[in-house]
């Protein structure tokens, strides 16, 4: 009897999640998928009135020129610095004088760290002056540096195979780039690896899909009970170039000199605006982007294009008069890059209303020419998805893909939100991305009009829609 009721309770709580109402509401209403189907093909008509005032209307560019304005003026913007601050103030007066509704600031702690001067200079077999960037949250080397023989290694295991070499040398990794996913565990767990075997420093190669003898910089995280080295990331070229002088038999040496600092936590906020929904304003359809970035380039492509194509999308739809049924809301979230520190804090203020969460997207792997929309969720909401995708025909980005998370939404991802991503050129976004070439330089302004575009008939649909995603 207890394993019934049990499950009588749960099929009626699954129920209520596949409702487009709240799951505390009694009155659900299940409907047939070719119903909801021919509910979204009635939106033919919104798409592409959206479309057309983002790539050919007076919108086009706007969300280019938008970012260009504030790159130019505030430049990089790393978590806990005077710079994103700026960007914050000034994007909440931009979103107010836009029209946008509930626009306000709220405040969260966020990392405050610091690169200071550095510099690697190969002192044998020959000199060279290598081209660095300290690794975030690394600490400095003592201000004479750290000068020591190298040890270059391919991998992990490598490193282990050859642990008693590493004592008292700067092990550098020289990991072959096959997606960044998996390569990036280099660049975060490189200092704890070479620390557990007696390293003095880390350099990791930077985990680029292409270079330019361009180091590429990220967070890195230290583990209680390792000693905490200094580590940075260097060029491929240089890399590579060690790699084939180790293989000679020659001997390495490298001298390290960092002053990067880590100070108490600083203020901060998450950036939220919203288009209010006319009839469960309750429930949230929230689209996403990231407004600090590293301390190199301008932050433009990460992610400042998807920060800013999603205000575009409120824009675009503010524009046209339309107020789907449910919010829409942006949030530009503050220190992404240190690990989604201003999302964690945005997910346990508001995670108690999970429930009224229909689907959490995120723009944060470029906003070149999109190739469709990356998704996490059940079966059911993913046949929803890709219907309202096919609304986008016009401008041939149809495609729906796995894996929709992102650093900044995954928390509600994980707790069975339905989540999206835009997905493009990964291996033109990993040629620039952390590096001082991560510019608008890199940005193109008809491929954000049809990144926001897909952005914005995809978030007002499913707003506007009867009923909720589904979820498991």
Not at 99 to 122: D, F, Q, T, Y
Not at 164 to 184: D, H, L
Not at 239 to 251: K, L
Not at 401 to 424: K, Q, Y
Request: charged residues 20%; glycine residues 8%.
């Amino acid at each position: 009897m207890k394993f019934l009721l049990f499950l009588f309770v749960g099929v009626v709580h699954l129920l209520s999640l596949n409702s487009g109402k709240a799951i505390y509401k009694n009155d659900i209403c299940q409907r047939t998928f070719q119903e909801i189907k021919e509910e979204i093909a009635c939106y033919g008509d919104v798409a592409k009135a959206i479309i057309n005032l983002a790539v050919y209307g007076k919108a086009q560019n706007r969300s280019y020129e938008r970012l260009a304005l504030l790159v130019d003026t505030v430049g990089p913007r790393p978590s806990g610095s005077k710079s994103l601050e700026k960007a914050i103030q000034i994007m909440h007066q931009n979103l107010q004088e836009d029209g946008l509704e509930n626009v306000h600031l709220e405040p969260v702690k966020i990392p405050h760290w610091e690169r200071g001067e550095e510099s690697a200079v190969m002192l044998e077999p020959r000199i060279h002056k290598m081209a660095i960037l300290g690794l975030g949250s690394s600490i400095g080397t003592p201000p004479e540096g750290i000068t020591a023989e190298v040890l270059v290694v391919t991998s992990f295991n490598e490193l282990q195979r050859r642990a008693p070499e590493a004592r008292g040398k700067i092990v550098v990794y020289n990991q072959p780039y096959t997606n960044y996913s998996r390569t990036v565990q280099y660049r975060v767990q490189g200092a704890v690896e070479a620390a557990k075997v007696g390293a003095l420093a880390s350099l990791i190669r930077s985990v680029a899909s292409f270079s330019i003898y361009s180091p590429h910089t990220g967070i890195q995280e230290y583990q209680d009970g390792v000693p905490k080295i200094p580590t940075a990331c260097i060029t491929v070229e240089d890399a590579e170039m060690m790699s084939r002088m180790a293989s000679r038999g020659s001997r390495i040496v490298i001298q390290l000199k960092m002053g990067a600092k880590n100070y108490p936590d600083a203020d901060s906020f998450n950036t939220v605006a919203e288009v209010i929904g006319s009839k469960y304003p309750e429930q949230v359809v929230l689209v996403s982007g990231h407004l600090d970035s590293w301390d190199v380039g301008q932050g433009a492509m990460d992610d400042g294009g998807g920060a800013f194509i999603s205000w575009e999308a409120l824009s675009l739809i503010k524009d046209l008069g339309l107020r789907p049924k449910r919010t829409l809301r942006l949030v530009l979230w503050t220190a992404e890059e240190q690990g989604g520190i201003g999302a964690f804090q945005y997910y346990q203020l508001h995670k108690a209303n999970i429930s009224n969460y229909s689907l959490v997207m995120e723009s944060d792997l470029g906003t070149f020419l999109p190739s469709g929309l990356q998704f996490t969720g059940n079966e059911k909401a993913r046949a929803i998805v890709e219907e309202v995708m096919s609304l986008l025909q016009p401008i041939n980005i149809t495609q729906v893909f796995r894996a929709g998370e992102g650093t900044d939404i995954n928390f509600w991802i994980e707790a069975g939100v339905p989540g999206a991503s835009l997905l493009d050129d990964l291996y033109k976004y990993f040629s620039f991305h952390h590096s001082h070439g991560d510019t608008m330089t890199v940005m193109d302004p008809k491929q954000m009009n049809l990144a926001a575009a897909v952005w914005a008939v995809v978030s007002y649909v499913i707003a506007d829609l009867e009923e909720m995603l589904p979820r498991s």
